[in-house]
């Protein structure tokens, strides 16, 4: 048994287990002995999942397929596993909507703002209740690098993580006598589908992408002992330039870089057709 799980008990929860940083977390934390509900859209996925964990660590798991988005899904979500102690919840659901904000269209920001702030608070609302109840129990919240200061092309997203961060700050200093350990996750560029799909140039930023094990390990090995953590040595300077510059001067640098990856992007994709 791991000094995770002597601490937490047996259960935990992983939501956004399909792909990327929800996904290996999910896997470290079933070879460090947690059983594990596995929450994602897509159930042939987390059937898959389950399977390769099954195979390889002795633990359970119990697979819920929901669309955490719809109204009074998560209420549905925490009923349908509220037999469970659950001592370990880590709600990594999340989308992203680059482009100009005025740009887009407003319904696809309103539905990454849902699922990236009201659906991450609601979670923590709703299984934090019981959490208090018991004798230690741990949270982990996911923001991102850029949720440290405003990212043009990226402004809502950029925004909703500056939430979480801000909402799991606070929490690690209201729970904490309440024996629950919140801590906030904030990745830099890691080497998901989800950077994967946006049409930019990386290799155009001063930046390099971390593999899932890698921030997933950062995470798990940080709980209990800080508020926060950011992911990388070069995020982490990334995340505290602002406590030394003024703010605005790293937000007008990003703007200049990221319109020049993504132009560098579309003139690479102009060639190839």
């Known amino acids: 048994m791991s000094s995770l799980t002597n601490k937490y008990g047996q259960w935990a929860l992983v939501t956004g287990a399909s792909s990327g940083i929800g996904k ?19 159930k042939k996925i987390l059937d898959e999942l389950a399977c390769d964990i099954k195979i390889n660590n002795r633990v359970e798991t119990l697979i819920v397929a929901s669309d955490l988005s719809r109204p009074g899904a998560v209420k549905a979500l925490y009923d349908s596993v509220s037999k469970l102690d659950i001592g370990l919840i880590v709600p990594a659901a999340g989308v992203d909507a ?12 309103e539905s990454m703002l849902l699922l990236n702030i009201l659906v991450p608070t609601e979670i923590t609302h709703i299984f934090g209740q019981n959490m208090v109840n018991r004798k230690r129990s741990g949270i982990i919240l996911i923001s991102s690098l850029f949720g440290y200061q405003g990212i043009p092309n990226f402004a809502a997203y950029a925004a909703s993580k500056a939430y979480i961060l801000t909402l799991g700050e606070t929490l690690n200093v209201e729970l904490a006598h309440q024996g629950v350990d919140v801590l906030v996750l904030s990745p830099g560029l ?10 930019i140039d990386f290799s155009k930023l001063p930046m390099y992408a971390q593999r899932p094990e890698t921030v997933a390990r ?11 953590v950011v992911s990388g040595w070069l995020n982490k300077i990334y995340a505290w330039e602002n406590r030394f510059i003024p703010r605005a001067w790293p937000v007008m640098l990003f703007c200049f870089l990221i319109n020049r990856a993504i132009k560098a992007h579309a003139s690479k994709k102009q060639v190839t057709t």
Not at 98 to 109: I, P, Q, S, V, W
């Open 190 to 199: 890691t080497d998901t589908p989800f950077s994967q799909k946006m049409d």
């Open 218 to 228: 950062t995470a798990l090995n940080a709980l209990g002992k800080k508020p926060t």
């Open 98 to 109: 680059m482009g100009r904000f005025l740009e887009k269209d407003y319904t696809d920001l």
């Open 24 to 42: 290996e977390i999910a896997r470290q934390l079933a070879s460090k002995g947690f059983n594990l509900v596995l929450v994602a859209r897509r």
